[in-house]
């Protein structure tokens, strides 16, 4: 079924730790986004990509970087975690002019 | 850029009644307005769009309403059910990406 897919689901990691969140959709769709929510919260976009070897900086500040290397994949990565990444990080994927499909969410604790 | 603003932020209302969620967005330019929920702990799933040359879509017990005019947008719900409580969204698209209001909590008391 296509959709789109994030790992892991969640993850306790000490500070000053590598991370990287893995997105992967199998839809088809060119544009992928990242998001932080803390849980019923605003949704923060951190990064976006039109394509392949596409990527910008959304509306937040944030200390990740991501990249865009095959269409399917998204993976979005803290260098060094601290307790202030602690949130829900979700994955969406979407075409030109509609509305986005949501991954289930990585929810991350940093101690 | 495009903003977003939605109200309220917390609604509470009784089994059976009506819910109104209103969001008001900047750029005339902007032409698609889905709506997502987000029942507790889950991913925000569509439930409902419109586009820019449309004034009203109804889908069973929900409904969106678009004034291009006042560039403001709404959505319905009738007869709430308690399964009906979670944070609901609206979006705008703008240019390449969707602007999202702040989210209202909606809680349905049976």
């Known amino acids: 079924e296509a959709d789109i897919y994030q790992t892991p689901r969640y993850l306790v990691i000490g500070t000053g730790k590598k991370i990287t969140l893995e997105c992967s959709q199998t839809?088809?769709?060119?544009?992928m986004y990242w998001y932080q929510q803390d849980p019923g919260m605003e949704l923060h976009l951190i990064h976006y990509?039109?394509?392949?070897?596409?990527?910008e900086k959304g509306d937040l500040s944030s200390e990740s970087t991501v990249s865009r290397i095959r269409t399917e994949h998204f993976p979005l990565t803290l260098e060094s975690a601290r307790p202030s990444h602690t949130s829900q990080y979700l994955c969406?994927?979407?075409?030109?002019?509609?509305?986005?499909?949501f991954g289930s969410g990585t929810r991350l604790t940093v101690v | 850029g495009e903003n977003v603003e939605q109200h309220p932020s917390t609604l509470s209302v009784q089994e059976g009644d009506s819910a109104v969620i209103k969001c008001t967005y900047s750029?005339?330019?902007?032409?698609?307005f889905p709506w997502y929920k987000q029942e507790l702990g889950k991913r925000p799933q569509l439930i409902i769009d419109?586009?820019?040359?449309?004034g009203e879509k109804k889908d069973q017990r929900i409904a969106v309403t678009l004034n291009k005019t006042a560039k403001h947008f709404s959505l319905h719900i009738t007869e709430t059910q308690p399964e009906d409580s979670a944070v609901y969204f609206c979006?705008?698209?703008?240019?390449?990406?969707?602007?999202f209001g702040t989210g209202t909590r909606l809680q349905v008391f049976p």
């Open positions: 979006a705008s698209f703008n240019t390449d990406k969707l602007i």
């Open positions: 839809m088809g769709h060119d544009k």
């Open positions: 969406a994927s979407g075409i030109q002019g509609r509305g986005y499909t």
């Open positions: 419109i586009r820019s040359n449309v």
């Open positions: 750029d005339s330019a902007s032409n698609y």
């Open positions: 990509s039109y394509g392949v070897n596409s990527t």
